[in-house]
């Protein structure tokens, strides 16, 4: 069964940074990649960054490349979100997803898995 354990977020300033993670668990790491997608109050939930596990490519949403930095750490089924220079528009829950494919991300299509998300507040 796999499973995806977000923590990391909370509280900051404008310009302020937070590094998200992501731990996996039931997954075969090569063949799965995970998305980082953001849910902004009222809104609906897109990707902002993906990353195989299989070869690190990786993708970025317009709105956060410059900003946003996705990394992996295989031995530790873990799979970070570098945040800098955070904006009041980043505001809303994160959530870590798993896939197979890694087009479905970059595309925000129905990722196969789900945490429960992680809340950031960006606020003065």
């Known amino acids: 069964q796999v499973q995806l354990v977000e923590s990391g977020g909370g509280l900051v300033q404008p310009g302020g940074s937070l590094r998200l993670s992501c731990t996996a668990s039931?997954?075969?790491?090569?063949?799965?990649?995970i998305g980082w997608f953001h849910q902004a109050p009222g809104q609906g939930r897109e990707a902002v960054s993906c990353?195989?596990?299989?070869?690190?490519?990786?993708h970025y949403a317009d709105s956060v490349k410059g900003r946003f930095t996705i990394s992996r750490d295989n031995a530790e089924n873990t799979v970070y979100l570098q945040m800098n220079s955070l904006r009041v528009e980043d505001t809303g829950v994160y959530y870590c997803?798993?896939?197979?494919?890694?087009?479905?991300?970059?595309?925000?299509?129905?990722?196969?898995?789900w945490g429960n998300g992680t809340q950031v507040t960006v606020s003065s």
């Open positions: 997803t798993a896939d197979p494919l890694f087009r479905l991300c970059v595309y925000s299509g129905g990722m196969d898995y």
């Open positions: 039931g997954l075969t790491p090569d063949k799965f990649t």
């Open positions: 990353v195989s596990l299989r070869d690190g490519t990786t």
